[in-house]
């Protein structure tokens, strides 16, 4: 995993205001909590932490740094976003030591071109992260895959990646990550049988319709049946 830092500072637990006024100041309200620690509540400027999303993704280390030299280091644990204006409104950090094992997810990127594509197939990745357990600094930022020797009809399952002696893996060893399958034919509707009567369609001309159905809009009925008259 990625480590970099971010300047914190302190806040008090407040009401609905004074979170919007940090917010105002360009900052975005957070807590820490983990590792043995009470909560604390702090804040981040939201422009540092935009940045850090968009170069780090999804999983890093993250040392919040306060004035004084105190470091709490940390990983985000959860943030929420206001959905009209896209913008962070509060951040969930969890406090880590970096000598004990953390569980994270990690994507997964295919490499190379499949050779079962050259013969007609289909390219599928089924499964796009993988749970894992380490140490957070041999945590690696996302996994590569190479897929150029897959075949059609051949898969890569869990049980094939290979991420060394100092990572775990938890998801499951049998779930397909990639596999090279024939491309989907729709089937052509059947074709109607010659004589068989079609739904909706006006009998022939000088023919009665089937016992029990009404006449097409339009057509004189059939000598011998009855006539429906409204009334009045």
Same mark, same amino acid.
């Given at each position: ?26 900052f975005?309200?957070a ?43 940390t ?6 976003m ?20 953390l ?10 071109t ?13 499964l ?26 051949h ?19 049998? !779930? ?6 024939a ?7 059947? =074709? /109607?049988? #010659? *004589?068989? +009567?079609?739904?909706g369609?006006a009998? !022939? ?10 006449p097409?809009?339009?057509? =004189? /009925?059939? #000598? *011998?049946? +009855? ?6």
């Amino acid at each position: 995993m990625q480590r970099v830092a971010i300047e914190a500072v302190a806040r008090e637990s407040g009401k609905h205001g004074k979170l919007s006024a940090l917010r105002r100041q360009g900052f975005v309200p957070a807590v820490v909590y983990g590792h043995g620690m009470t909560a604390m509540s702090v804040a981040v400027p939201v422009r540092a932490f935009e940045r850090i999303r968009r170069t780090t993704g999804e999983s890093a280390i993250i040392d919040l740094q306060f004035e004084g030299g105190k470091i709490m280091t940390t990983v985000v644990h959860e943030y929420q976003m206001n959905p009209i204006r896209d913008t962070y409104t509060h951040v969930d950090f969890l406090s880590i030591s970096l000598d004990e094992p953390l569980t994270s997810r990690i994507p997964i990127r295919p490499v190379g071109t499949a050779i079962g594509l050259k013969e007609g197939g289909v390219l599928e990745h089924s499964l796009y992260e993988l749970e894992v357990e380490a140490l957070p600094l041999d945590i690696p930022d996302y996994l590569e895959v190479d897929v150029s020797e897959l075949g059609l009809k051949h898969s890569i399952h869990v049980a094939d990646l290979k991420l060394g002696d100092k990572v775990r893996v938890l998801t499951s060893e049998m !779930a397909t990550v990639f596999s090279v399958v024939a491309p989907a034919v729709e089937e052509a509707p059947p =074709a /109607p049988v #010659e *004589g068989a +009567a079609v739904e909706g369609a006006a009998p !022939a001309p000088g023919t009665a319709p089937a016992p029990g159905t009404a006449p097409a809009p339009g057509t =004189a /009925p059939a #000598e *011998g049946t +009855a006539k429906t008259v409204s009334k009045k």
